[in-house]
Nanobody
Framework: QVQLVESGGGLVQTGGSLTLSCAASGNIFGISVMAWHRQAPGNQRELVAS???????NYADSVKGRFTISRDNAKNTVYLQMNSLKPEDTAVYYC?????????WGKGTLVTVSS
């Protein structure tokens, strides 16, 4: 079994910054891509950013230039540095990973950006 635990969410003002962390544990041999998704009330869950085990990254157009995803393979942890936050970034942020072809999700952490 694989567990993902997110942390770092909270309340921040427009223009502020937050860093999210997601630590993977359990039977994670063969862990591959790690990613962040988000879901705002009434909206579908969407991909924010992803990073492969070799470090290749991908971003949603809405966060390019503001968010940075990174991972520490030794710690099996993925980070999301979020700068210049906007009210439309308000959502529950979920961590996702794939381990030996099976997808796992964290429980999410709430990010609220006040205007």
């Amino acid at each position: 079994q694989v567990q993902l635990v997110e942390s770092g969410g909270g309340l921040v003002q427009t223009g502020g910054s937050l860093t999210l962390s997601c630590a993977a544990s359990g039977n994670i041999f063969g862990i591959s891509v790690m990613a962040w998704h988000r879901q705002a009330p009434g909206n579908q869950r969407e991909l924010v950013a992803s990073v492969t085990s070799s470090g290749s990254t991908n971003y949603a157009d809405s966060v390019k230039g503001r968010f940075t995803i990174s991972r520490d393979n030794a710690k099996n942890t993925v980070y999301l540095q979020m700068n210049s936050l906007k009210p439309e970034d308000t959502a529950v942020y979920y961590c996702r990973t794939i381990v030996r072809g099976i997808q796992y999700w964290g429980k999410g952490t709430l990010v609220t950006v006040s205007s």
